[in-house]
């Protein structure tokens, strides 16, 4: 048996590897248009930022060089570099390779696609200036750092996952950065808006400038190298521009071969990963997906999911049937000191989509037991189908180790889990790890509340409209004293109460109207709630707590 | 509606905040024999180590004292402390306290008895000296701190999670520790052996001196101070020593109500959390638990869990009904630089509860992308029932951040999730965050191929046998020049061939008896799986690889 893989990135070797493992007599090959083969793309950012060698992006977890000399000896697997695949002959099965300039055809039983992504290059004036970079291959990043150097004022056009995580990786470096965005807040697609907003925050702390709703109308050049760009018009200064303005599958081939492309614009494959042809498989980047939430088709590139495909790919090809079942749209990144991510539907796809949600946010004060040492605040935001009470989708904010929710949530959203569920599970507590009371469950209890009618919240959109407005309500602010001194809410509508004292000081507001619009504000929404409870019980009739606290509520607002 | 809570700790004070939050109106009686009350217990190793202040043990998340005032002020909870309740009258619905020396009956509509759990206490001789401590209050750990200024060397009795967390908080303070268990190896009820060999193999490492099978037969005193203590009929000296030899359920006022007691020992509770009494409950470490994989009734005492129970309590008290469905057994600790924990069953509990079981031990050289900065090793084993496939358990130990994936596996042991699911979820990827290709993806990868029969591996119990034997058998070490360099495995039955070169280097072992049993060795165990499917295509016959790689060996022997 005869395999020939087109690309050498994480689906094609890995596709590769499990043949191998699988058929020690298969013959395999692997075309690459790269020299350097089987980067690990991800870690780009993380390799301008100098955390990473260069070296090490081609490297085995044993310390070994993933070069063509490595997958011969190794796993006898045969890569043909600096190629480039220029057509496939169903008919005859044979692929077409072109290698610097002398053109060969090679037989095959079965074909692999995986041709990868590409960049989207915006159409704006002036892109081709030196000095505009995307950031795709080891050379790009090498182009970059080069210029980083010769830089003051860089300007990232896109403010996605690598428009982010270059923010963090361009900072060592001591330049400025001009974050533009078209949309009206970052990472569009991954974070509903307040806490896209709380994460902008963050950007804007760390000197980043940004601009959302805003356009780069043309890059500004000076003998063949950028000197400006204009943003709405306005001209500004800078000698390097980055596009991070998304990826686009690489189906070239797929159609000239007249292989079915999906509604998204990739190669569409059955669960089995092949392609309308069932002697070729596609995978990774170039592929679409079906969302396991939905049940649609949807384009997520995605390393990890570029390996599993390889894995059902090889299985495939040697005989053993497997399927893949889907993705959950999952997505981290590390910005700053932010972990930033989502699984699933965040609420504005939910409620695009057509779901009846309930929704909920919840701050809490640390990652681990609140009195453990460097514990560090989470910001999480679940999406629910209020019909069914299944988890649709969970987003995750701030310094603390949401990560590991984050793929906590994987699994309950995997297997459909309802609130219910949520508030059984028996996590694993100690103090350095998690608070008595499990930030999942937690999401349980809240979500719960809600759906009960105990819990009544105002999201802090409204309460931001409000103050801004000339309502006429009452924020009651049951912070401490040491939490107000840090952060005082500044409206004269405001009333503070400390949550510690605030059944003794209950007459100070006893005598307003059961009427009154009344919101709660402490850090979190704890004490909020239970006040809530309170002045129910007492008659009070309007009153809601701030989803979120006070925590993300001052990060949403600056 | 009056209730009456016995018990203001965990359990108890989530019971009575859950009943306010939901009745403003009931009145609220908590019962405590201390006068410092909601103490945060499992932060007790922590104080001990000077990382956690004294007055933390007793605060909120906002940094407010949770005492007696704070309850009555915040909550309109009326805490009795230093008082102990005596006697129930379920007839005439009240309860006996003895506040120092005077008794009075408090009538009740509801009783909750949280009652919580003692020390186990061992029939030593001498067990009376000063300076033999437990860790209970916060009393034992201002007496433990005091003692420990004095101290050269202590004695721990007991290698279960606190007997670990003391070694660590007890390192801080500069003495020797020696480490005294009955049973053949730390963490007996929670660790398979080869595990709980690897953590024994770190402490060690820090200067603990450990003792297993061993027992502690005498305590000498002098002047009425622990001086010394024979162990194994040897006298060592000491100064102090640490009991930790369990938990008992306290449930002397249950018996005496004539309420039922389960076979556990602890008190019986239907999935409402009531005793055979309805009108009285009982939750927190009082109670036994249902164990959710097995069916049956064990006793785990456990902060989080008493939480849950507390809040189950509150909304059935408050006429909301809900069960507790049960537990996981899971459990967490950090011991210096390990992260140890286990969820659902280990191997040998499940093989003595009668499962037919497959196992893998998979050692993950990072548990960040393997190129990312401060990445650390983490070694998982998972144990599946064979015939269904389903996850029993998994365990954890290791430097790096495997706090993670057992909270992923709570999750996924709860749903009662197959291996077949294991390898589909779709967990967030990003270098700083996991390796592209996650460690429980590959898990249930490791399962596959092993009950597909691609996998065929030897334990490290049974190389270590091997080893110590006259054994006809070969080694292939596949690690690196450099790997070996750094841990050579001194045996002449080892021949080394780096994995990146064995293809070229096959020759070298290439006229062996097919027949010859060969035993396959890299740092982790996938450089073996490989070069394992390529001998067996080779007509090798006696193939198998280590489980759980050098990594794991070189600590199980050391």
């Known amino acids: 048996m005869r395999v020939v893989i087109i690309g050498a990135g994480a689906a094609g070797l890995k596709a590769a590897c499990r043949i191998r493992r699988r058929d020690e007599s298969a013959e395999i090959l692997v075309i690459d248009k790269e020299k350097e083969i089987s980067l690990s793309r991800c870690s780009l950012p993380y390799y301008i930022a100098g955390l990473i060698k260069r070296d090490e992006l081609f490297k085995t977890a044993f310390d070994v060089l993933r070069d063509k000399a490595f997958f011969k000896s190794s796993k006898n697997i045969e890569i043909i570099d600096c190629a480039l695949a220029e057509d496939i002959d169903r008919k005859r099965k044979k692929v077409k390779i072109n290698k610097d300039g002398s053109i060969e055809e090679l037989d095959y039983d079965f074909l692999v696609i995986a041709t990868g992504a590409k960049p989207v290059i915006p159409n704006i004036k002036g892109i081709n200036s030196y000095g505009v970079f995307c950031l795709y291959s080891a050379k790009d990043a090498d182009e970059i750092i080069k ?4 830089t003051e004022t860089v300007v990232i056009i896109g403010a996605g996952f690598i428009g982010l995580e270059c923010c963090d990786a361009f900072f060592e470096h001591g330049v400025d950065i001009i974050l533009v965005e078209l949309t009206d807040k970052v990472l569009p697609t991954l974070l509903d ?12 702390s760390m000197g980043i400038q940004l601009f959302t709703k805003s356009r ?3 890059i500004i050049s000076k003998d063949g190298e950028v000197c400006a760009v204009k943003i709405n018009n306005n001209v500004v200064k800078c000698q390097m521009v980055l596009l991070a303005t998304g990826f686009t599958p690489n189906v070239e081939l797929a159609k000239k071969a007249n292989l079915e492309i999906g509604k998204t614009g990739a190669i569409k494959v059955n669960s089995l990963l092949q392609t309308s042809d069932p002697n070729i498989y596609a995978g990774g980047d170039c592929v679409e997906c079906k969302c396991l939430i ?3 088709e949807i384009y997520i590139p995605s390393g990890s999911i570029a390996n599993m495909h390889g894995r059902v790919i090889g299985n495939n090809i040697t005989g053993l049937k497997t399927e893949f079942k889907g993705v959950l749209r999952s997505l981290i990144l590390k910005v700053f000191d932010l972990t930033v991510g989502a699984i699933g539907l965040n609420e504005e796809t939910a409620k695009s989509l057509g779901y009846d949600t309930i929704s909920a946010i919840a701050t809490f004060p640390s990652d681990k037991s609140h009195i453990y040492p460097e514990r560090r605040p989470i910001v999480l935001k679940i999406v629910v189908d209020k019909n069914t009470k299944r988890v649709l989708g969970v987003q995750a904010v701030g310094p603390g180790a949401s990560d590991k929710k984050l793929d906590v949530f994987a699994s309950i959203i995997h297997s459909k889990m309802s609130i219910d569920d949520l508030m059984d599970i028996d996590f694993a507590y100690a103090p350095p790890y998690s608070p008595a009371i499990n930030h999942v469950n937690t999401m349980g209890y809240i979500v719960d509340n809600k759906l009960r009618g105990f819990l009544r919240t105002i999201h802090p959109i409204e309460l931001k409209r409000k103050l801004e407005s000339d309502d006429d309500f009452i924020i009651l602010d049951l912070r401490t004293d040491a939490e107000v001194k840090l ?8 009333i503070h109460i400390p949550f510690e004292k605030f059944r003794q000081d209950f007459h100070k507001i006893q005598n307003l109207s059961k009427e009154k619009e009344i919101i709660l504000i402490c850090s979190t929404g704890y004490r909020s709630y239970d006040v809530l409870e309170y002045l129910t019980s007492n008659g009070f009739k309007n009153v809601r707590s701030l989803e979120g606290g006070f925590y993300l509520f001052k990060a949403f607002t600056r």
Chains 1, 2 share one sequence.
Do not use: H, P
Request: hydrophobic share 25%; proline share 0%.
């Open 147 to 150: 210029r980083l150097k010769e």
């Open 193 to 204: 808006y307040e806490l896209a907003k709380f994460v902008e925050s963050n950007l804007k």
């Open 216 to 218: 780069v109308d043309e």
């Open 294 to 296: 939905t049940g649609s």
């Open 487 to 494: 952060n005082r809410i500044d409206d004269r509508r405001c």
